[in-house]
């Protein structure tokens, strides 16, 4: 009898996708409208979806088969990672209740879908994303709660190929928001938020965690997560208190590889993948279904090629190319070109290329680019499209782009005592050092006065200190 009252409770349910929340329900209509797990604790989630997201993350690798995903930093990126050999893309992570409150719009003239945040059809572009990428791309979300999480889900659900939840952020604004790293100390909201995900949405759903405390506490983290009905789940082999200087560990990823073949989930491992070599290695390593791939990619997209990477002024000028395609934001583009400049010299994508932008020259140069025709100029590029390659000799050297810097102005030396008040009061006048030191300082560079400054603009305007100057007139004076 409680078999037939639970089936009949279980068939009164909605279906697994319905139409879109509204933002004016409650909480608890929501919950009862989309069955999120946290009041349905005993309930199986299998049963909706069956293992058809499974199936479908072959699918979404393409066919290169080298099984390499990326995080891109905006749209045309996908088509600049996916050229060299990238299988999947995930977008950059965006919070629930952003994607909530924007509004999708079809952008006829880029042939792109734009959500935008608040603001309409004025406000600023949050997502972009094209028909061409999505069968690769992932949507990145970070959100605290089921409800929220599922809100955000649907506005962008029909555009991309797989909503994935980021565990993994350690960042401060992120932990306090109960978001990233905050969910892998509380598995029950986890669990909530990838089974609400999976029962109400038509395409696969997938997550990406961080290594807890104990190889047992993550694989056991990673057998709930999986019970949940995901289609893959990313591993980062570090933990929320390490940082990308610390190495990253492999191994407790191979623990969660094999705990979770039972289920024929695939593991995607991430964490000093730095070449395609690397990517292979931590494959044959771990036994993992994929790599991912994130700073190395934003130092040199070709690090997805077989054949070894492309000359990194290669690529920095096709990275403009389609940044400029798609209306990148300009400091967002100036952003990635300086995280190319800024890899570390130990990276070898970093190198060939005799114009490539690199050292902390380069960095000054792109931050010096006051629109995107100055980009152009400093990598070589005409400024209009489609942006040719002029070639070296019309490639702005470091040195000429980041323009003239003015000589520091000599500062003027104190002015002198005044002789005419001297006399007046019966003094002759003072033929102290104070005044020969104090002008050949100036004379010399300003060596004399106290003027240093740590850390100033380059081409500033050397300034004597002033206490000091008003106490040698002071002294002046009285003597």
Not at 219 to 241: D, K, M, P
Not at 310 to 319: A, G, N
Not at 415 to 433: L, Y
Request: charged residues 25%; hydrophobic residues 40%.
């Amino acid at each position: 009898m409680a078999t037939n009252a639970a089936a009949a409770q279980q068939a009164a349910l909605p279906p697994p996708y319905i139409a879109p929340l509204q933002l004016g329900e409650s909480q608890e209509r929501i919950r009862a409208k989309y069955r999120c797990s946290v009041l349905h604790a005993g309930q199986d989630c299998h049963g909706w979806g069956g293992e058809g997201g499974k199936q479908d993350w072959g699918k979404l690798r393409g066919g290169c088969g080298d099984g390499c995903l990326v995080v891109r930093c905006f749209t045309g990126a996908s088509a600049h990672y996916i050229s060299y050999g990238a299988d999947i893309v995930y977008s950059e992570e965006l919070v629930a209740q952003r994607v909530i409150a924007s509004s999708r719009v079809v952008n006829k003239s880029l042939q792109s879908i734009d959500f935008l945040d608040r603001g309409g059809e004025h406000g600023r572009v949050m997502f972009r994303t094209t028909a061409d990428e999505k069968p690769r791309l992932v949507f990145q979300l970070g959100a605290a709660d089921a409800v929220m999480a599922l809100q955000a889900a649907q506005v962008v659900a029909g555009d991309v190929a797989e909503v994935g939840l980021n565990m993994g952020c350690p960042k401060a604004f992120s932990l306090q928001g109960g978001m990233g790293a905050a969910l892998l100390r509380k598995p029950e909201i986890a669990e909530d938020i990838m089974k609400t995900l999976h029962r109400n949405l038509s395409i696969p759903v997938s997550c990406k965690i961080r290594l807890l405390d104990t190889d047992q506490d993550t694989v056991e983290l990673a057998r709930r997560l999986a019970a949940c009905g995901i289609n893959a789940l990313a591993v980062h082999g570090r933990t929320t208190q390490q940082r990308p200087r610390d190495p990253a560990h492999w191994a407790p990823i191979k623990l969660v590889v094999e705990a979770l073949a039972p289920g024929c989930v695939p593991v995607v491992a991430n964490g000093d993948v730095f070449s395609w070599e690397d990517a292979q290695r931590v494959k044959r390593e771990t036994g993992c279904a994929a790599a991912m791939i994130a700073r190395a990619a934003m130092w040199n997209a070709s690090v997805f090629r077989p054949q070894g990477f492309l000359p990194l002024d290669e690529v920095q000028r096709e990275f403009v190319r389609l940044a400029l395609k798609w209306e990148n934001a300009l400091p967002n583009t100036k952003y990635c070109l300086k995280e190319m400049a800024d890899a570390p010299p130990s990276f070898q994508g970093r190198r060939g290329g005799v114009r490539a932008l690199v050292g902390h020259e380069a960095n000054t140069a792109v931050t010096r680019a006051k629109d995107e025709a100055s980009l152009c100029a400093l990598l070589g590029l005409s400024s209009t499209a489609p942006y040719e390659d002029l070639g070296e000799g019309a490639s702005g050297a470091v040195a000429a782009s980041s323009g003239k810097v003015k000589a520091p102005k000599q500062p003027k030396a104190p002015r002198p005592p005044r002789h005419a008040k001297q006399r007046e009061n019966g003094q002759q006048p003072s033929n102290g050092s104070s005044a020969p030191e104090e002008a050949s300082g100036a004379a010399n560079g300003g060596e004399g006065l106290k003027r240093k400054r740590d850390g100033a603009d380059e081409g500033g305007e050397a300034q004597p200190d002033g206490q000091v100057q008003r106490q040698e007139e002071a002294d002046a004076q009285v003597a």
